[in-house]
């Protein structure tokens, strides 16, 4: 009796390391596919006509700090990276806009515009941060706002327009001559303002 226990308890064991080098590399948990389901619909197609004709490309060193009454105040300094893009919107020209006069294609270019600023959030980085563990989202998010309002900013007043209607003499001019067999003339609309009599 004793021994037909012993020779039960080396089966069982036997038994047990057989099973368990048989499916120890099985994972009840394991992931065997990933299965996901889209539902895209349209919501809206836009005709893009917008011709980007100059690129500029910023860098921002931004100090933000949060002012509060008692607490310290939460800062942070920030490397930020982002871009503007001046263009034309091509479909806002009219049959009208474009007239011949001899050898001669004059083009009406609506005026250049600013078409995208943005920040690059891949190339832009926290440099460092002071009592910002209970609002460092709100931190960061206020900080990467007005970087980005900088850029717009920045972009109008070192001439991004004026670049754009440069750039558009370099660009579409020859196009134009190249496609039409014309000299080309580009013109803009002009916006008078007439002043109130005195």
Known sequence: MRYIRVLLII???VFSIFLWEKFKNINPFAVKDIQTTHNMVLKEMSVLGKLELANFAF???VEQELVREYLPNPKAILIVQGEAIGCIDLTKIKPDDIATNGDTLIVHLPDPELCSYKIDHHKSKIYDTEYAFMNEQSLMNEAYSRAESKI???AL????L????K???LVLKPLLENISGKKVVLQYRMKATLS???
Not at 157 to 160: H, K, L, N, P
Not at 162 to 165: G, L
């Open 59 to 61: 860098r921002d060193i």
């Open 152 to 154: 717009k900013e920045s």
């Open 157 to 160: 007043e070192m001439g991004i």
């Open 196 to 198: 109130r009599p005195k």
């Open 162 to 165: 004026d670049q754009t209607k």
């Open 167 to 169: 750039n558009a003499e």
């Open 11 to 13: 089966g069982i064991i």
